[in-house]
């Protein structure tokens, strides 16, 4: 007799095969609910359906393709996204998107959502009113300030495209004074010299896949300079290519910099000398391309490399190398921004590095401004400081603020939670509460993005287009049909076009040849930007350099703000994904902290989670602290974003505020702070997680006799390879990694216990100055540990090399996580929620891990199994490249490569036979279905 | 004596009528674990399916190139209804549902766990037919579930058939 | 013995009534008489050793008159025994024709089985008369028997049970190994308790009911205390099999009425265990009405049983029946449509009236209603009107934008008349 038949004659007696015995129990019994009319467009069930808009968590705008469902909710059939994914061939991104893009969607399903329409009433509450009695409010405040002749004024973050052209044609026909735009990380110093130098109010695009030598001097390429997601996919591509060389120059530490090749960290707001040298030295060597008019180099100083060592305190000779490579180059790329023009001699650094481009002939080759960003409606910080003398003076009576948060961003010293007051009433257009909004007297709820139709341009020979992929899901307006409204009822005009008609009407006039339909799939089309030659104007360069001569004091104790990969300027800091992925730098993900130099600590004695007493002049916080390798002594960095005001006032010639604040006092409190730091440890202590690249390969570990019977594979055996070369650690994987799988967001609490639920995470290694960054995901083993422990036969290796995990078999025990070395199993402490409306974007393919049940990356095996499915429908295997787990599919370097190891010819088999390709804790002989190809050592300081 | 007579047979008694009780019992079980549950509209597959002939993809739409086999919508009712059998009082409570445009909320007979993943098209096109698993519905007034749907029974079919056994296969 | 299936006709509703009727006596009959045969073997066999172990003529009579009373007449087994339980098998037959349980192909070995069974237990009856002391080699022969046969009834439980679960028919397609469902086993104990309940019961009746016994002679009145004794026992373990088997029962084939059913049957079984407690408790003067009482009411227990058995076998394989009805039903309706046909030819019918009748619902002349106006879609077929008629007898999806025309059942004649009327209604 089977052992199953012995156990059924045991339970025979039991009253409960009755209960069991039929799949009807009260608990699971469900509606099964039709629709009402089938739907227009037809939609497969179980099948996504991928519509084609453009992101807009910033100002970068990458086209997204979005993965929509249909799901029964509330007794009602309704489609809504569950996945973003970049839209491939789109310019700006190509199918790739960054953490940020990744997370969109916490903020379409934000519990605190604007929901309708609010008014500040006499207690300084926020009560619901109708959009009609809203308007009428805002209509009557604006007639009574035309009436006593003063202005209506309306700010806004960046705006371009369909938005910007409504705008600019309501405020001349409604009477409202169009304020500068205002964007907390506008690089003006930047742009301010491109224009001086070559006339453009734009930030060019670094063409970087086309230089061969790339100088970039603060910059943060990775985290939000310009086109990251471009950028990373950029340099990984030169990367693969070998003969690539980037030097990073940086105060600080940032992403970028631990990715350069060599990482070079001058002296705070000491930059410019480095590039100064440069520049002379181009000329006196006579390797300028573009010989520089007299009356410009004589503004230029003549430095000495021994001068340059003593204002940088970079030594001779890493100078001299410097200077060799970029001269060895033919196509040297420099690029300055981020911290290192965001400060005093910021303005002044970014004209040199402009005339080093022009010298260097790399304007219109690396430097290119047909594919320029459009700067010339945003406001510097000047431009905003003088209408708000205006705002004091009263005489601006309404003021609308949409998409932006100045009050968090802009300097603390302008007192803006004053000034705002002084307006009769102050309109608020945002999605999400913030310190702004908590200032208006009336808050109008904007769509997000993904409810709305739109046109934005990212590039100015790029139009992409916005279209909804859901029906609002609260009472709320886009932006444009506000405009409209108001519009209208303000003039009384009878044609009542809405916004949706508004920006079609436009794209038939741009693309007349293609039709509606292609243009909506396509995500994008081009538009004709004017292209006539660069120049560069003499006079205003030379009045520029004159204008702002750098200063040559070197300050102590300096605090830099920068961005952050994770929140941007701040305004992405309330989407709860973002906040419980770590930051790759310090691994810490809740809460804030400020980076310290080991010297520092050392000299300090401050250990991690410490509490810091952090002050500079007036101003004070406390903060804890988080030891920071590669960090100069001396030097502090606070993400701006985990501040509620930006503490710096002071700005550069240029208007834009400095990015660092000197002269920090810092203390202990004596008191810890439960900060998450997720990462066991800073280094891999030789373990050789990281194995860097030898030319001659010798295998660490003899091969070691096998305990079990080897598996056999028969069709496939599906693998990965992690090109640690090109990785930056940028995170965009573990975000979509959470999207994909619906992995809970377990909060801080959970974090501090260590009970992250993380499927995939960045493992940062520091040796000395260097990381790498390791992505750590289940891998898959081929003798898995955690198979053998598994008493219920849970966890079992699948005939396609797949380290199954069956949820509803496990029953919790643990072994398996004790037992995996690479920490890649996650527990599930508690039963978690998904509150509507989060619990729309849920993933169908994936099922929800329930309490005291242990979970894993599965190689994305629902995508494994669909792309089967279609294989089979036409009679094939499946190919290489059809199967694209989340992390591959987002990742912008191209660093993760899925497949069939069984094909030799797939992408992923010659990978893993490649002369680079090592197992982490390869002596452990657990056979990884994961490869990781080791990255060239780094040069360092 | 005479009470000594009585004894034996009252034990008997009470022996057995405990054990009348239980079957009662468990009468009551039954009826709360295996409820056909009231459907909002008496829909009769054996006059659809079994005396008008119509097949299962006529409503079933999706049943061949999806997981689901889809369930009509009420316009797809309404398109034949409108005028066929308009009297009928059940036909009537569907007019009502459509003039309300108010989805038919059915109560789902073929349950099957949310951790599983289940594929019509795949047995559809493996020639697996419908009634092996929804029984002979032509024959069924009111559908019934006639099978366990259980996954031992699943994997004897699988194994008869040779149909692949990896648990993700089905688990997801 | 497949051929049988072919055979087969499919069986009409009064037909499927029927056979259910029949199955419950069948089993009724087949039972008690199985029952008291083997009882009968059994009590002989153990008066049989009893006379071994202390020499007295008395016991060995017994032993003789259970082991030869007129259940062992050769054509009374052939009558009672053999036939009934082919004919059942043939009932089940007929009853899952056309569904991949294959009774016959389990039944060929209960048959086989209780064959020889049967055979070897008429051998030790046969014995039993001839040779005034017979030897161990003829106790061996009876226990053999009655093993075969219990086997044989072990295997056809499983067949019965198996009939409960329509999802596993196509996949369990041995009988070995057995307990191909966890309801097997209270069954079989439900049989076998039964069994010996209503033998001793029989027994009782034919001895002291019938033929007047005295239970003056020790070994009578011996016999009446085990009888009486077993019976009460049994009767008593019994229901607790049943409320077991009602436990392992799929829920397809239960119902409310089953329940209710299976309590009132547990009643009668107290009746049946007073009766025989009573006997037991009797001293010599052993009244006679009694055991005549034992064993109607005996006799109902068996057929409440029977009717409980078989109506969860009916109600599992429900669907099919009604299936096999339909089929029959078709069947009939050809035949009837034949013979009307050959009417039809004689008087004409009047296609106005069927179309005004049938068609109407759906379709206009001139105007969309459920299907296409009739204007629109006529002309393709004239000249064509024998496709119409086979379109209208077994419609196909034409036109996408229009709901499938479901099969308005009209006969061919009705229909050839039906478009010879709307041929005359278009230009």
Same mark, same amino acid.
């Given at each position: ?76 059939? @309704? ?130 896949? @086309? ?23 950029? +340099? ?63 503004? !230029? ?6 001068? !340059? ?42 004209? /040199? ?151 079609? %009407? ?66 992405? =800091? ?119 690249? &030898? ?57 501090? @216990? ?22 750590? $995901? ?89 792309? &089967? ?36 010819? *797939? ?26 190809? *080791? ?7 | $004596? ?11 008694? !009470? ?62 009712? $309404? ?92 688990? %997801? | ?21 029949? !199955? ?49 007449? +050769? ?7 053999? /036939? ?42 046969? =014995? ?52 191909? #469902? ?117 006799? $109902? #227990? ?64 001139? *105007? @969309? ?59």
């Amino acid at each position: 007799m089977r052992r199953r038949d012995f156990i059924k004659l045991l339970g025979v007696a039991s009253s409960a095969s009755v209960a069991t015995s039929c799949g009807l129990t009260p608990e699971n019994s469900q509606k099964l609910i039709p629709y009402l009319v089938p739907p227009d467009r037809e939609i497969i069930p179980g099948k996504g359906m991928f519509l084609s808009t453009t992101c807009t968590e910033c100002p970068v705008h990458c086209g997204i393709s979005v993965q929509v469902r249909d799901k029964v909710i509330q007794n009602r059939h @309704r489609q809504v996204p569950i996945k973003i994914e970049g839209l491939p061939g789109h310019p700006i991104n190509d199918g790739r998107l960054c953490i940020r893009g990744q997370a969109a969607l916490h903020r379409l399903y934000h519990a605190e959502r604007f929901k309708q329409p609010m008014r500040r009433e006499g207690d300084g509450q926020f009560a619901p009113i109708s959009w009609e009695e809203a308007y009428q409010v805002i209509l009557q405040h604006m007639a009574k300030v035309k009436s006593d002749q003063r202005k209506i004024g309306y700010l806004s973050g960046r705006t371009t495209g369909a938005l910007a052209e409504l705008m600019d044609s309501f405020c001349t026909h409604v009477g409202v004074e169009k304020l500068p735009e205002y964007e907390p990380l506008f690089p003006a110093s930047v742009v301010n010299a491109s224009f001086a130098l070559f006339g453009r109010k734009e930030l060019p695009e670094y063409r970087i896949d @086309r230089c061969d030598f790339l100088l970039s001097v603060g910059a943060d390429l990775l985290e939000t300079f310009g086109n990251p997601v471009q950028n990373s996919r950029r +340099i990984a591509a030169q990367r693969k290519k070998g003969t690539f060389r980037w030097v990073h120059l940086e105060p600080h530490v940032s992403l970028t910099g631990l990715n350069a090749t060599q990482r070079l960290t001058p002296k705070p707001d000491s930059e410019w000398a480095v590039i100064a040298y440069l520049l002379q030295r181009v000329h006196q060597s006579g390797r300028a391309k573009k010989t520089l008019p007299g009356s410009v180099l004589q503004e !230029v100083p003549q430095l000495s490399i021994e001068k !340059v060592e003593e204002l940088t305190g970079i030594p001779k000779e890493k100078l001299q190398h410097l200077e060799e490579s970029f001269f060895a180059s033919d196509r040297p790329l420099t690029i300055a921004g981020g911290v290192s023009t965001a400060s005093q001699n910021g303005a002044f650094l970014a004209a /040199l590095t402009g005339l080093l481009q022009w010298a260097t002939g790399q304007v219109g080759a690396t430097v290119d401004y047909t594919t320029a960003v459009d700067y010339s409606s945003v406001g510097s910080a000047a431009a905003m400081e003088s209408w708000l003398k205006e705002l004091d003076q009263g005489r601006i009576g309404v003021l609308f603020i949409s998409r932006c948060n100045p009050v968090g961003t802009a300097p603390q010293s302008w007192q803006l939670h004053h000034r705002l007051k002084k307006a009769d009433l102050v309109v608020g257009l945002a999605d999400l509460p913030d310190e702004t909004t908590a200032l208006c007297d009336i808050i109008l709820p904007v769509s997000h993005s993904l409810e709305s139709w739109g046109e934005v341009s990212p590039r100015k020979d790029v139009a992409s287009v916005l279209q909804p992929v859901l029906d609002p899901i609260y009472e709320t307006r886009t932006e444009g049909d506000i405009l409209l409204d108001l519009y209208r009822l303000e003039l009384g005009a009878a044609e009542t076009v809405d916004y949706r008609e508004y920006v079609q %009407k436009r794209w038939r006039k741009a693309s007349s040849s293609r039709d509606l339909p292609t243009l909506m799939q396509q995500g994008y089309y081009s538009v004709s930007a004017e292209k006539r030659p660069v120049r560069l104007r003499e006079t205003r360069a030379a009045n520029l350099l004159r204008s702002a001569r750098p200063q040559e004091k070197t300050e102590a104790a300096i605090v830099y703000f920068p961005p952050s990969l994770r929140f941007y300027d701040g305004r992405s =800091r309330r989407l709860p994904l973002l906040q419980e992925i770590p930051d790759p730098l310090s691994s810490v993900s809740y809460g804030r902290w400020i980076a310290v130099s080991v010297a520092t600590a050392k000299r300090l004695g401050i250990r991690d989670r410490d509490e810091l007493r952090l002050g500079i002049g007036e101003w004070e916080t406390q903060i804890a602290a988080r030891i920071q390798p590669g960090l100069p002594e001396g030097v502090f960095v606070v993400y701006r974003d985990q501040l509620d005001a930006y503490p710096v006032h002071h700005l550069n010639p240029a208007g834009e505020p400095l990015s660092f604040l000197s002269g920090a006092r810092l203390e202990k409190t004596g008191a810890r702070v439960a900060l998450p730091i997720l990462s066991g440890s800073t280094s891999d202590h030789e373990r050789g997680i990281i194995a860097h690249f &030898k030319e001659e390969k010798e295998s660490k570990h003899e091969p070691q006799v096998q305990m079990y019977e080897p598996h056999e594979h028969k069709v496939y055996r599906w693998a990965m390879a992690i090109d640690l070369e090109a990785c930056t650690g940028c995170s965009a994987c573990v975000a979509a990694c959470y999207q994909e799988n619906n992995i809970p967001l377990v909060g801080k609490e959970e974090h501090v @216990r260590g009970r992250e639920m993380a499927w995939i995470r960045i493992e940062p290694y520091y040796t000395g100055e260097e990381a790498e960054f390791l992505p750590m $995901m289940c891998q898959q083993c081929d003798n898995a540990p955690c198979e053998p422990v598994c008493p219920v036969y849970a966890t079992y290796h699948n005939p396609e090399g797949l380290n199954a995990q069956i949820y509803n078999r496990c029953v919790g025990t643990r072994y398996c996580s004790n037992n995996c070395p690479y920490k890649a199993r996650r527990f599930n402490w508690f039963d978690h929620e998904w509150p509507e409306p989060l619990s729309w974007g849920l993933n169908p393919d994936v099922s929800l891990r329930n309490r005291g049940v242990m979970e894993k990356c599965t190689f994305c095996v629902h995508r494994i199994r669909s792309a &089967k499915d279609a294989a089979r429908d036409e009679d094939r295997l499946v190919l290489d490249g059809e199967v694209v787990p989340a992390c591959a599919q987002t990742c912008p370097a191209d660093a993760i490569v899925f497949g069939n190891l069984l094909d030799p010819e *797939s992408r992923v088999a010659k990978l893993a036979r490649s002369g680079r390709a090592y197992h982490v804790l390869e002596e452990l002989n657990t056979q990884p279905a994961v490869t990781y190809l *080791s990255p060239h050592k780094k040069e360092g300081e | $004596m005479a009470v000594k007579r009585w004894i034996v047979p009252s034990i008997f008694f !009470v022996f057995l009528s405990g054990l009348a009780l239980v079957l009662l019992g468990q009468n009551l079980l039954w009826k709360r674990v295996y409820r056909q549950p009231e459907q909002p509209i008496a829909f009769s597959h054996e006059i659809h399916v079994g005396k008008l002939n119509l097949k299962c993809t006529t409503c079933h739409t999706t049943v061949e190139k999806s997981i689901r086999a889809g369930v009509p919508a009420v316009a797809t009712c $309404m398109s034949c209804h409108k005028a066929v059998a308009a009297d009928r009082p059940q036909v009537q409570k569907l007019r009502e549902f459509w003039e309300k445009k108010e989805p038919i909320p059915w109560e789902k007979i073929h349950n099957l766990p949310p951790h599983v993943y289940f594929s019509h098209k795949r047995h559809i096109q493996a020639g697996i037919d419908c009634a092996t698993c929804h029984g002979e519905v032509r024959v069924m007034p009111e559908i019934r579930q006639v099978r366990s749907l259980k996954m031992g029974w699943c994997v004897d079919c699988h194994r008869a058939k040779a149909a692949p056994l990896d648990c993700y296969t089905c688990h %997801k | 013995m497949e051929f049988l299936d072919r055979l087969i006709l499919y069986p009409s509703q009064e037909h499927l009534v029927l056979i259910r009727v029949l !199955v419950v006596l069948l089993f009724a009959l087949h039972f008690s008489f199985l029952a008291s045969y083997l009882g009968g073997a059994s009590f002989s066999l153990l008066f049989f050793l009893r006379n071994w172990r202390e020499e007295n003529g008395n016991d060995w009579h017994v032993a003789r008159e259970l082991g030869t009373s007129p259940l062992f007449r +050769i054509n009374v087994v052939l009558l009672l025994g053999i /036939l009934p339980l082919f004919t059942q098998f043939l009932f089940y037959i007929q009853v899952y024709h056309e569904t991949d349980f294959r009774v016959f192909a389990y039944g060929r070995i209960v048959l086989l089985l209780a064959l020889i069974g049967f055979a070897l237990l008429q051998q030790y009856s046969s =014995r039993l008369k001839k040779d005034a002391t017979p030897g161990v080699a003829t106790w061996l022969t009876g226990a053999a028997g009655i093993g075969l046969l219990v086997v044989a009834v072990f295997l056809y439980v499983n067949v019965e049970a198996l009939a409960l679960f329509p999802e596993k028919w196509p996949f369990v397609h041995r009988i070995v190994p057995v307990f191909v #469902v966890e309801n097997v086993l209270p069954r079989f104990l439900l049989i076998t308790s039964l069994s010996f309940a209503f033998a001793s019961g029989f027994y009782l009746f034919l001895y002291f009911g019938w033929e007047k016994r005295s239970a003056e002679q020790r070994e009578w009145n011996y016999l009446r205390k085990i009888l009486s004794f077993a019976g009460t026992l049994f009767s008593l373990v019994t229901p607790l099999f049943l409320v077991w088997h009602f436990y392992t029962a799929p829920p397809f084939a239960l119902s409310a009425g089953a329940f209710l059913f299976g309590a009132a049957t547990v009643f009668l079984f107290f009746v049946v265990a007073i009766l025989f407690y009573n006997l037991y408790q009797q001293g010599k003067g052993l009244s006679t009405g009694r055991p005549a009482w034992l064993f109607v009411s005996m006799l $109902m #227990v068996v057929i409440a049983v029977g009717v409980h058995a078989e109506g969860l076998r009916d109600r599992a394989s429900r669907e099919h029946q009604k299936l096999l009805a339909l089929k029959a039903a078709e069947e009939h309706a050809r035949i009837a449509e034949i013979r009307e046909e050959r009417l039809a030819a004689a008087q004409k019918v009047d296609g106005e009236t069927i179309f005004n009748q049938v068609c109407a619902t759906c379709h206009r002349f001139d *105007s @969309r209603l459920v299907g296409p106006p009739l204007q629109e879609v006529l002309p393709r077929y004239r000249g064509k009107e024998a496709e119409l008629i086979s379109f209208i007898l077994s419609p196909t999806r034409k036109n996408p934008d229009y709901p499938p025309m479901p099969n308005p059942g009209l006969k061919k004649f009705e229909a050839g008349a039906v478009v010879e009327y709307l041929m005359k209604q278009i230009p």
